[in-house]
């Protein structure tokens, strides 16, 4: 690389960086409604999930919802299917693709489903003073985005995301708000973010998730913004440590600033990974594998610890992902 072009990749880096920063200055004014859409601020991806400090990396097809950047270093199609089981009778699916166009393109959509069914587990069962069930609702939501990322040259890489989400509670509860289906959509938000390689063992990554996301007349969707870096050591070139800061822009009782770290440690075909996301008020663990059999990787995660400041009412979390490239 010349050093024309090292200073001129150096300067789109700092002007790109300085952009999103200037953003996440603004993200509070601009979430002055209600928050919506609170399920979107989790990570998508069995992997993701298990190591957290996934901006830096985005390295699989879930970078269309994490990191957009990410996805300009895809030379082949990736199609990733995920899907976890939470506490409360919640269930999250997630296809998500990629497919390079040109020598220094590449596109990307995702779909994400959420939802919570009408069991005796739901939290929207209502009950009248002697126990008796009045109704119950059952709750979906999904959302779709179209994300495309460009490599500027071998070591930078920005990317950009933005889409729909729609919600819909169905059902009626008896004395409450809910005595009809209630249905809103909005814009999903714009997701921007930047990838590149400091040095041989070193990557980084920055992202501004959400903005100007919108549900329904009354909400915002949370602002997220997050940057990190992964280091890959020389005399272990299997193992990777990642390291991010994440802020959300929600107003919650609990701090919303956390410390994500993850690490990841290959004996092919299989991986085992930790991960943690630390804040003054949570402290969350994560443990999971993958294994890669020819294009089909398979990834799991599992969530041991969330303990919190305030009392929740949660379970352990199972994730899974399945992903095949051609």
């Known amino acids: 690389m010349s050093r024309r072009t090292l200073k001129a990749s150096r300067l789109t880096v700092f002007g790109l960086v300085a952009?999103?920063?200037?953003?996440?200055?603004?993200?509070?004014?601009?979430?002055?409604?209600?928050?919506?859409?609170?399920?979107?601020?989790?990570?998508?991806?069995?992997?993701?999930?298990?190591?957290?400090?996934?901006?830096?990396?985005?390295?699989?097809?879930?970078?269309?919802?994490?990191?957009?950047?990410?996805?300009?270093?895809?030379k082949r199609t990736q199609v990733l299917l995920y899907t976890r089981e939470g506490s409360l009778d919640a269930r999250e699916h997630y296809l998500g693709t990629v497919w390079p166009i040109g020598t220094d393109g590449t596109l990307g959509v995702a779909w994400r489903n959420a939802g919570v069914g009408d069991s005796d587990d739901a939290p929207f069962t209502g009950t009248d003073d002697a126990g008796n069930i009045t109704g119950s609702l059952g709750y979906k939501a999904n959302s779709f985005e179209l994300a495309y990322g460009h490599a500027i040259n071998t070591t930078l890489s920005v990317g950009g995301a933005l889409g729909l989400v729609t919600d819909s509670f169905s059902g009626v509860v008896e004395g409450s708000a809910y005595a009809d289906d209630e249905s809103s959509s909005g814009f999903r938000g714009l997701t921007v973010g930047v990838t590149g390689i400091a040095s041989e063992v070193v990557n980084y990554g920055v992202v501004l998730r959400n903005v100007g996301g919108s549900l329904g007349t009354d909400g915002t969707i949370p602002v997220v913004f997050a940057a990190g870096a992964a280091v890959r050591?020389?005399?272990?070139?299997?193992?990777?440590?990642?390291?991010?800061?994440?802020?959300?822009?929600?107003?919650?009782?609990?701090?919303?600033?956390?410390?994500?770290?993850?690490?990841?440690?290959?004996?092919?075909?299989?991986?085992?990974r930790v991960g943690t996301s630390q804040s003054a008020d949570r402290n969350r663990w994560f443990a999971g594998f993958g294994v890669k059999l020819s294009a089909l990787q398979v990834d799991y995660a599992y969530q041991f610890v969330n303990s919190a400041a305030r009392r929740l009412a949660d379970s352990p979390k199972h994730y899974v992902s399945l992903s095949y490239l051609y």
């Open 233 to 272: 050591y020389p005399k272990l070139k299997s193992a990777v440590v990642s390291v991010e800061l994440e802020r959300m822009f929600v107003d919650l009782e609990e701090a919303t600033t956390n410390i994500n770290i993850g690490t990841e440690y290959t004996l092919n075909p299989i991986a085992l």
């Open 19 to 74: 952009s999103l920063v200037g953003a996440v200055a603004l993200a509070p004014a601009a979430n002055a409604k209600d928050n919506g859409g609170a399920w979107l601020l989790e990570p998508v991806g069995a992997r993701a999930t298990a190591l957290r400090a996934f901006s830096p990396l985005a390295d699989d097809a879930s970078a269309v919802t994490l990191n957009p950047a990410g996805i300009a270093a895809f």
